[in-house]
């Protein structure tokens, strides 16, 4: 196909947006190993937490103790949500050196998830996005509701542009444009992202943050990278999702994209089998199953192997015998 990118970098939201979503509180230990087996799997950006008022999301209440648990590998990114100065400070005693602020697109759920109107939730942003860069921070914005909104129905684009060019303005160095309930469509994408271009903002500097409650967002993804797109972000086993959507799908599954990206011949740095098993041992953890089709798809044959010293063990006992070389080989060993 003409028009697409050598190379995707994936901005993985699956400890912070798929995480919050989701109603099991898991334990900060198995945060930190989520976060660093999604590392092994070659993710170089990696969503870790959210400074938001732990009343608002008791999910993610572990923040500060997340990170100063986790492995922070070189190389790779963690960025933290961070809703206001207090989520600053906070951010900064941890030693965060990327944050992303969260707008909305629409007057109706930035009144009811910022309590600010459309127009004054920029007063909230300015003074965190400004203090960060004054610390050297990188700064991304989220705009939810990019394309519908549950209660106001189709979102105009010109008003998603105003809004975007409004966070971008201030200081964002990245503008991810969420479809938060999941209703776009790949024509609404393509017409978004030109009117971007229309008023100065490149694709270069725009993320797409796709949900598939409708079963869009690989159509939408690729509707994207033919528009100049090079940074998607995706949840790993499709974890989360959102409240406010008509379903419990949500957030696109990195394995899904991953696979839609490697069979286009796009590189992404990411082991796939590697981050299959990660989804499979959260899964477990999670007491449910993965959404992923890929996981689905692929994770009964890893089932039996995507711990690290199980597969150590079977790879030693069944090296006499008949499994081929791709079966049980070079993804087990890395995987240690
Ligand atoms: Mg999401």
Redesign the pocket.
């Known amino acids: 196909m003409q028009g697409l990118p050598e190379r995707v970098r994936i901005h993985e ?1 699956g400890p912070r ?1 798929g995480l919050q979503n989701e109603s099991t509180i898991v334990p900060v230990e198995v945060k930190a190993e989520f976060i660093a087996r999604l590392a092994v799997a070659g993710l170089s950006t990696i969503e870790a937490t959210s400074f938001v008022h732990p009343a608002w999301v008791p999910q993610l209440a572990d923040a500060a103790e997340l990170l100063a648990l986790m492995k922070w590998e070189p190389g790779v990114r963690y960025p933290v949500l961070v809703p206001n100065e207090r989520g600053l400070d906070r951010a900064l005693a941890s030693g965060v050196i990327d944050i992303a602020v969260f707008g909305s697109a629409t007057e109706t759920f930035a009144q009811r998830n910022l309590n600010r109107s459309l127009s004054t939730q920029m007063d909230m942003f300015a003074p965190v996005v400004a203090r960060a860069k004054d610390e050297g921070l990188n700064v991304r914005g989220y705009l939810s509701m990019c394309f519908g909104d549950p209660w106001e129905g189709p979102v105009p684009v010109e008003q998603v542009v105003s809004v975007g060019k409004g966070l971008l303005d201030l200081g964002c160095a990245e503008l991810s444009l ?1 479809d ?1 309930i999941g209703v776009g469509t790949p024509g609404h994408v393509t017409s978004l992202i030109a009117a971007f271009a229309e008023a100065g903002i490149g694709a270069g500097a725009l993320a797409v ?1 796709f ?1 598939d409650t409708y079963g869009q967002a690989l159509a939408n993804t690729l509707a994207a990278l033919q528009s100049g797109i090079a940074v998607v972000d995706a ?1 790993a086993g499709g974890i ?1 999702g ?1 409240p406010y959507a008509e379903s419990a799908t ?2 696109l599954a990195t394995e899904d994209l991953v696979w839609m990206l490697h069979g286009l011949g796009i590189d992404t740095g990411v082991d796939l089998d590697a981050l299959i098993r990660t989804s499979l041992w959260l899964a477990e953890r999670l007491g449910r199953p993965s959404t992923s089709r890929v996981v689905q798809a692929r994770g009964a044959k890893l089932r039996d192997d995507h711990e690290p010293e199980a597969a150590g063990q079977r790879a030693s006992r069944t090296a006499g015998d008949h499994t081929t070389p791709t079966e049980q080989g070079v993804n087990d060993a890395s995987a240690e």
Do not use: M, R
């Open positions: 939201v947006d969420g938060t943050h949900h949840s989360g959102c949500g957030n």
